[in-house]
């Protein structure tokens, strides 16, 4: 493929700095302690005894640890004589299909033979009630034929709208556990009554009218850890979530800029966020009922390097990116990347953009496409992906901006960008 002359030809990049952001890192130390008295405190109450069946909702989220609380999960209700199984939460990531909910759930090691129980995987869904004058409520048919439903799930801020609650359990509960039809229902009927009154209407139903007990609700620190896991009571969902959520909110982890004009994300992928890439982190949302985030963080360009191997091709937010690689297109399972775009109503998510031969040449593209910006006064940073932004690659015109920040840490450099044989990027994180 040919391409414009300044793509063409080598271009000499400015030196870039290894740069380190400190930010304060509590942690949970005994995890396994930390989800048994959390799921005592879920089932107080609730009549758990011998025999009775238990659906433990898990999502697509990739969580620290998740494989562990699940394991722990499973042990500590058979300890009590229950029957465990796992049932996915993920409404219609993995392709909207059984088999591909599965193989999600196995790439973040929830296995039969990881965590002890079985992992039912049926996408039918019964509808158990109807919210805002028709709107009808489902709920996993898995979920239904056990005497108890309880849920895991990390809360955090959401990719789409911002309120009292976002991302966590109520959206588990009508989402995830909902299926591919709750999924469909949400993201619809939201466009005509709001994210947030819809998501509590719904959550209140599923509380009333099934067998949903509570959930272990989970906070990471800026460091990806668990530094909190807590017992979320169904009977007091929305207070318990919205405490979460603040606690979240102050450990979210963001690049120390307002303005960029290069981002350039190592990885995106499904684990890493709903968006495949964080707006909260990159300014980008292109979406339905929703602003961009310009007001925190704005990039005039971003870049995308690759697809995490733990998105299974599920390539969603590559739309929100300026410029892709050839192995982000290559990696794409277009089919699934598009069932999530068209589920979410989120089609600019799906998107193309303009497609690069290699690492160096998306980079080249982005320094070069700025208009009259001489590479040593482009403000660029490269980040391994949305979940570590705490991490970075500074070019030459941040330094001096990154040298009077109090939390941030200069740990090498300057250093010319390496590249291998196939131009991919050599970054200090792998």
């Known amino acids: ?131 805002l004058g028709g709107v009808p409520v489902p709920f996993a048919r898995t979920a239904i034929q056990a005497v108890h439903t309880i849920a895991i799930n990390r809360v955090k801020p959401h990719t789409k709208f911002k309120g009292a609650l976002e991302s966590g359990i109520a959206k588990m509960l009508c989402v995830g556990l909902g299926k591919h039809d709750g999924a469909m229902t949400y993201h619809r009927e939201a466009m005509q009554y709001g994210f947030l009154p819809l998501l509590k209407a719904m959550a209140a139903e599923l509380r009333e009218r099934t067998n949903f007990r509570g959930a272990i609700g989970v906070v990471e620190n800026a460091y990806d850890e668990t530094c909190r896991i807590e017992a979320v009571r169904c009977d007091n969902l929305f207070d318990q979530e919205e405490k979460l959520l603040e606690e979240a909110k102050d450990h979210l982890p963001r690049l120390p800029f307002r303005e960029l004009d290069l981002l350039v994300i190592g990885q995106i992928g499904k684990e890493i966020s709903g968006a495949g890439m964080d707006p909260n982190v990159t300014g980008r949302a292109f979406d339905l009922m929703e602003s961009d985030f310009s007001e925190q963080f704005k990039a005039t360009r971003v870049a995308i390097l690759d697809l995490s191997p733990g998105t299974g091709g599920n390539a969603i937010g590559l739309g929100n990116a300026d410029i892709i690689t050839e192995k982000v297109f290559r ?100």
């Open 331 to 430: 990696a794409m399972d277009y089919e699934v990347t598009l069932m999530n775009a068209l589920t979410s109503l989120s089609l600019h998510k799906a998107f193309i953009p303009v497609r690069l031969p290699s690492d160096r040449k998306a980079l080249q593209a982005g320094f070069t496409t700025l208009g009259p910006v001489a590479p040593q006064a482009v403000r660029a940073a490269i980040i391994q992906d949305t979940l570590h932004p705490n991490v970075f690659l500074a070019s030459a015109a941040l330094i001096d901006e990154l040298r009077g920040h109090p939390a941030a840490e200069i740990i090498a450099g300057p250093a010319p960008l390496a590249f291998d044989g196939d131009d991919n990027l050599v970054a200090p994180w792998g």
């Open 1 to 131: 493929m040919r391409y414009p002359p300044f793509i063409e030809a080598d271009l000499a990049f400015p030196d870039f700095w290894h740069v380190i952001m400190h930010h304060p890192r509590p942690c949970v130390d005994d995890i396994p302690a930390a989800v048994s008295a959390a799921l005592t405190r879920v089932m107080e109450g609730t009549g758990l005894k011998k025999g009775d069946r238990v659906a433990i909702g898990v999502g697509s989220r990739g969580i620290a640890n998740l494989a562990l609380m699940v394991r722990t999960l499973v042990a500590e209700l058979k300890r009590q004589g229950a029957v465990p199984f796992i049932v996915p939460a993920m409404g219609s990531h993995g392709g909207a299909t059984a088999e591909g909910q599965q193989a999600v759930l196995a790439r973040l090691g929830v296995t039969e033979t990881n965590c002890g129980a079985p992992v039912h995987p049926d996408i039918a869904t019964e509808t158990v009630g109807h919210v």
